[in-house]
């Protein structure tokens, strides 16, 4: 089994980032995406995200069979927010194993909730979905997204062995797609995917992010 690097390693927030500049923009914007409702807020945070993210997310829609979507859930998370579920989640792990270290805690907790200060979705650079039918029925992906590594056994894990055939070749559907575009998988989770980020640039061999944690600021209009 592959070494996975998780978003606590040093080497990712050694990496320089070289802000582009680039705008968030609205995902629902022109109905190319379907968007899932659960992660809604009153300003809309969770449907953004850079627009260069968003244009290879359409081009990856573009890869799949006839008769299949992506379905978005998540992109743009707000830094306070982040921190606020990195923490939430460490602590809950500080209860079930108070011998960990403070090492150990942040290595466990970023397998399911990135460090608020690298965090790809602060930077509008990561993406949480899915596959759906065109009448937005949900594929079988093994688990359900956002499923912790407690809880589903490891099986949230992208190359997890312990799922049935059928969400793997799904998996391998998904993976394809979002490839082919450009995109890298955050292994602890297979629905987690991004472009232009510090995890990016580590998978990939950039010299740098293009994108770094923003806030989301009054609607483009460029």
């Given at each position: 089994?592959?070494?996975?690097?998780?978003?606590s390693?040093p080497?990712?927030?050694?990496?320089?980032?070289?802000?582009?500049?680039?705008?968030?923009v609205?995902?629902?914007?022109?109905?190319?995406?379907?968007?899932?409702?659960?992660?809604?807020?009153?300003a809309?945070?969770?449907?953004?995200?850079?627009?260069?993210?968003?244009?290879?997310?359409?081009?990856?829609?573009?890869r799949?069979?006839?008769?299949?979507?992506?379905?978005?859930?998540?992109?743009?998370?707000?830094?306070?927010?982040?921190?606020?579920?990195?923490?939430g989640?460490?602590?809950?792990?500080?209860?079930?194993?108070?011998?960990?270290?403070?090492?150990?805690?942040?290595?466990?907790?970023?397998r399911?909730?990135?460090?608020?200060?690298?965090?790809?979705?602060?930077a509008?650079?990561?993406?949480?979905?899915?596959?759906a039918?065109?009448?937005?029925?949900?594929?079988?992906?093994?688990?359900?997204?956002?499923?912790?590594?407690?809880?589903?056994?490891?099986?949230?894990?992208?190359?997890?062995?312990?799922?049935?055939?059928?969400?793997?070749?799904?998996?391998?559907?998904?993976?394809?797609?979002?490839?082919?575009?450009?995109?890298?998988?955050?292994?602890?989770?297979?629905?987690?995917?991004s472009?232009?980020?510090?995890?990016?640039?580590?998978?990939?061999?950039?010299?740098?992010?293009?994108?770094?944690?923003?806030?989301?600021?009054?609607?483009?209009?460029d």
């Amino acid at each position: 089994m592959e070494t996975i690097i998780l978003m606590s390693d040093p080497k990712i927030a050694a990496l320089p980032v070289a802000e582009c500049g680039e705008p968030l923009v609205d995902v629902r914007d022109g109905g190319a995406l379907r968007v899932a409702a659960e992660r809604d807020d009153p300003a809309g945070a969770f449907a953004h995200l850079r627009r260069g993210v968003l244009t290879r997310l359409l081009d990856a829609q573009d890869r799949l069979p006839d008769g299949l979507r992506l379905l978005f859930v998540e992109g743009y998370r707000p830094p306070a927010l982040q921190r606020r579920y990195f923490e939430g989640y460490a602590a809950g792990l500080r209860a079930a194993n108070p011998s960990w270290s403070a090492d150990r805690l942040r290595d466990a907790a970023s397998r399911y909730v990135s460090p608020p200060e690298i965090a790809p979705h602060s930077a509008g650079a990561a993406v949480d979905l899915t596959l759906a039918t065109a009448d937005g029925h949900e594929l079988d992906m093994g688990t359900r997204i956002n499923a912790d590594p407690e809880e589903s056994e490891g099986a949230c894990y992208t190359g997890a062995p312990n799922i049935a055939a059928e969400a793997r070749a799904n998996r391998d559907l998904l993976s394809a797609a979002l490839t082919a575009a450009g995109l890298v998988n955050y292994p602890t989770e297979w629905w987690h995917w991004s472009y232009g980020d510090r995890y990016w640039a580590l998978a990939t061999g950039a010299p740098a992010a293009l994108y770094g944690p923003r806030d989301l600021g009054p609607p483009s209009s460029d």
